[in-house]
């Protein structure tokens, strides 16, 4: 079976419509990202306090909200986390502009406003020791003996608890405590009468301080820059020089299409996104060079021939590699899109969409602003000699 | 089956069982990063300039000290407000021997300007010094408590242009709360007479005729009930001078206090122990304030001659009094600290993660696989082994490489399956347009390879540079992300060249005359 067998399309002819219309995108890319709406940053480059949280039913937002604007931190924002089934929430607190330990005072309010304050272990926010030290006080086993001879006693029921709630993610109430394996039935009464379920668990907790969000700033905008410089010049090197300008004016292409895609769908920009944006840049180079090496072999099989024309060859030649490879890549990424959750889910977005752009500018920028280059030194080359 | 032939495959088999070796078992070879397993990673910064501000304080305090024993106490001695010095006026009788010396013996770090006033500010090499120490000290002590508490594989590293951070990671905590308090702990314990204690601040001061003693302090306390409920605040005038400090313990741990509540109880070093026992034995009767971190703890009532213990009381969990024993083994902090990032994935959210990630990989892979198996047929088996044998080889080297594992760098293992057969794509494209040309199989197939590879070369290279790029500007988790995307990729050079050309070539070495092929 084939796809694209033998095809003629006459990519190159059009190539004026086609450069035009991405220079066009570009500068609406461009004015969206500077004169627009702008970058929807994450918290890894804006800053600010972002928990992850699981409640055991649909939280009540409002509340949520007016709790945590009681402690005057900040500007609050909340959005739903994965599938609505999950009663998941990212929380937001926008960067007080100075640096501390913002999660802890946000969790305390949290607390405060949602869980009975009382003394008892709080079995979605503690950990196994906490666990274990709270049965180990109560003693319902009546092991008794040293503080440490009734916590050996009560650690692996602790671990158990812990366990079961790494795979619910949140402890609804007494019911899930039939589940733990090892559990005694008096540190299952004791716990179901006097440790505190609560309203939440915390998932993840990030908290990035103006300094540290600079800092992934300016080395973001470093490792896009310089990733791209590196291509230019690894191009230049294998290739001619007007292969390396065509390569990254595609990357550039690339890039700016995608960032104007982030922003119109409101997506943030954090680390994961651009580190989809590098990897992006190394995708779309690799179609390139796949092109460009075909050139080249053309170049030296025809002599004579207008490059337009051997472009035109080698696009169609490589077609069917180009498509296929890029299907299958963007086959993976959908499976990422679709199955790898909310976490990876900006990443996997930036691909989905940069894959396609990526194809698109493989056959459409970078041949023909190799070409334009090359037809510029070529022209300037005879002039010269004229003289 | 030829020789050459025979030793690939060695060579393959070879590779494959290290790889197999290596990746096995799965949970104890692959590391696991902190957003798959949990974990906590803080970034801190060690406020370098209260150490600074301390040893100019300590300086202060000693040239005061000289002056006024020798019977010319300073007019005025006070610190330089937004620089690392101070300034002093010395008693107008002060005979010029006398201040050179407290200056030669006092204030060798220091820069000295001689005037009516004498400014001295400290040295910028002993400050960059001071600030130095600060840090080790700072790293030192975190370990030291990260140690004691026990935590499995932590990472502790000095960072920063100014050298002044410290990064923190620890997999596996499952009560960041508590960590992050026990990190921060200034820890700072001192044992102080107690002057006077008052329910407020202006009583207290009355109590003492209106005015501050010069070598006196006010701290507050808690005030607490009978069952540990705290219902008020009491303030304490307290010497400044401390009978003695944290600095002079030699161990602490938890314990009970005599209605059976946890304390934390310590014994002090001989030094220690000197200064206490003869304080406490001309003393008894008195009162005096344990201070932590610049609160009263308790004051108790001195009953009898204390020689190298004592507890401390007063409203603690058993977890709190452990974790303060902890904190005072392990040190006080020269300097207070501050959280610069924080980032805590917590157990439920790294296991869900992971299952989704295997869950993506999967389907993906099974994509794949399909496609390939219906696009090129029998190519389509060559490719996929090829594939599978990737992902293994990339498992094994995950395991060499002790690389962590992170949730991007799953998507950087699904992201090479896709790009793995790219080399296989370009090769098989290849061979069939040889195929078409008129070649014969054999030769295609040998064309095919051989054309095939710059291509293949050169855009797995650039992919790899830019995933180079990306594991220097990544945060851990993207770190993983390179690492197994340029594992992934330098493997599939092996697997889709090598391998893939290896199976062809079994193939075709099998029949006499091959006219056709699966392609």
Redesign the interface.
Known sequence: MRFFHGTHFQFMKYRRFWVTLSTLLNLVAISLILFGPGFKYGVDFAGGTQLTMKFKSDPDVARIRTSLENIKLGAVTIQRFDEPERHELLIRLQSPGQEGDFSARMITALDQEFNAQTAATRLNLQGVEAVRDGLAQADPDSVGGTFDNRRAHYEPMASGLLKLRKEMGILNGPADLDRIKGLSSNAKRHLADNARFGEFAILAVDNVGPAVGKDLRQKATYAVGFSLLAMLVYIAFRFHLPYGVGAIAALVHDTLITLGVLVVTGRELDIPAVAALLTLVGFSVNDTVVIFDRIREQLKLHRGKPLVEIMDVAINQTLSRTIITSGLTWLVVIALFLFGGDVINTFAFVLLIGIIVGSYSTIYIASPTALWMTNLLERRKQSRRRR | MQRKLMWRWVLIGVVTAAAVFFMLPLDKRIHLGL?LR?GIHL?L?VNTQDAVRAEVDDAMERVRGDLTEKGFAPVSLQRLPESNGFEFRPAPNTPAKTLEKVIDDRLLEFKVERGVAITATLRPEVTRAIKDMAVRQGLETIRNRIDQFGVAEPLIQRQGIEGDRIVVQLPG??????V?DLI?ATAFLEIKPVVAVAPTQETLLASSGGEMPEDSEIVSGDVEDLEGRVTGREYYLLKKASVVTGRDLRTARRSQDEYGQPAVSFTLNPEGATKFSTYTGAHIGDRMAIVLDNKVRSAPVIRGHISDSGIIEGNF???GAEDLALVLRAGALPASI????????????G???II??L???L??LV??VL?ML??Y?GAGINANVALILNAVLLLGALGVFKATLT??GI?GI??T???A??SN??IF?RI??ELELGKTVRNAVDLGFQ?AL??II??????????L??F????G??KG?AVT?TIGLAISMFTAVFVSRSIFELILSRRERVTSLSI
């Open positions: 957003d949990g970034v910064q905590v499952d009560d960041p709360a508590r992050k921060r969990t058993v977890q501050t959280y610069l990032e924080e980032r805590t994935v917590g157990p439920s959210l296991h869900d993660s989704r990630g869950r993506a990989g389907a993906g994509a794949v496609f219906f696009y047929r949730l991007p998507a699904i992201l399956i896709g790009m057969v790219d794509v370009l494209e069939r347009e054309k710059s291509a050169d855009s797995n290279l650039t992919t790899i540079i830019s995933a790029f990306l220097q500007f990544g945060t988790p993207i992300f995307l």
